[in-house]
């Protein structure tokens, strides 16, 4: 299994510590460099971190002012849809803190996934001038139960994408088409966290634990650091 693992107790200690590290890496980032540029992961998981990240004492400490904020998938709905990553993000964090207006990049996932890809790319190539791939300092990304990661499904012609920074994507649970960051800008970033919890992510973690090759197991840090912040029921050991 590449990268570190870092096992917390539960549900709350996972928001806890994941909204530590998202904190302490703008922290890091901030030091040396005018911006701290995240992708934020989409789906459940995430919301009770960055609600966490949103409240009191990280409101006050985080400089959101010099954040610039991404996601490293979309569903292809309205930005007000229940099943939008963007609108999730918003209610737990991004409506909540002053990050300027023109520094959250949300993917256009009601343009449809081609369209919304292309846009999005035409974004982060804006963002990221003059580079062959972009270097995010922080990616979020959850573990789906089939393993899959951002919206890099097992099978997807989307894994040998070696080229695109942005694709359109299919998904066998609905919302069906999605938009998500390739491989090749996933593994680029300084740190990449997956943020793993309940028991339901077992079997997915021993598959990747047992060297099955998942899309989540795919992900080769490039000069990165990549954490497995999971909770115990996520790790236990019976698999
Ligand atoms: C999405 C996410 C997806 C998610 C996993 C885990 O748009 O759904 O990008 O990769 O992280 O499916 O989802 P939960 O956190 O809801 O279990």
């Known amino acids: 299994m590449i990268g570190t693992v870092e096992v917390v107790e539960d549900a709350s200690g996972l928001a806890e510590r994941a909204a530590e590290i998202v904190a302490r890496a703008s922290f ?16 459940g998981t995430p919301r009770a971190a960055y609600e966490r990240l949103a409240a009191e004492p990280r409101r006050s400490r985080v400089d959101w002012s010099r954040w610039d904020v991404f996601f490293g998938d979309e569903r292809c709905v309205g930005p007000e849809d229940e099943a939008s990553n963007d609108r999730m993000a918003r209610e737990a964090l ?9 520094r959250i990049h949300r993917i256009r ?3 449809g996934p081609d369209e919304a890809a292309r846009l999005y790319e035409e974004t982060l190539r804006a963002a990221f001038p003059r580079r062959t791939w972009p270097r995010l300092n922080l990616v979020l990304l959850g573990l789906g139960e089939d393993g899959h990661t951002a919206s890099l499904f097992p099978g997807a012609p989307a894994l040998a994408e070696t080229d695109r920074w942005v694709v359109g994507t299919r998904s ?20 990449i966290v997956f ?18 090759d998942l899309p989540a197991s795919r992900l080769r840090p490039v000069e990165g650091a990549l954490l497995w912040l999971v909770d115990r029921a996520a790790w236990s050991d019976g698999g």
């Open 172 to 191: 066998p649970k609905p919302p069906p088409h999605r938009v998500t960051l390739t491989l090749p800008v996933l593994e680029r970033a300084h740190r």
């Open 94 to 102: 991004l409506d909540r803190v002053p990050i300027p207006p023109g």
């Open 28 to 43: 890091h980032a901030l030091t040396h460099r005018d911006r701290f540029r995240i992708a934020l992961a989409g789906g």
């Open 195 to 212: 943020l793993v919890c309940g028991a339901g992510k077992a079997e997915a973690l021993r598959r990747i634990r047992a060297g099955e």
């Open 109 to 111: 996932g009601e343009a």
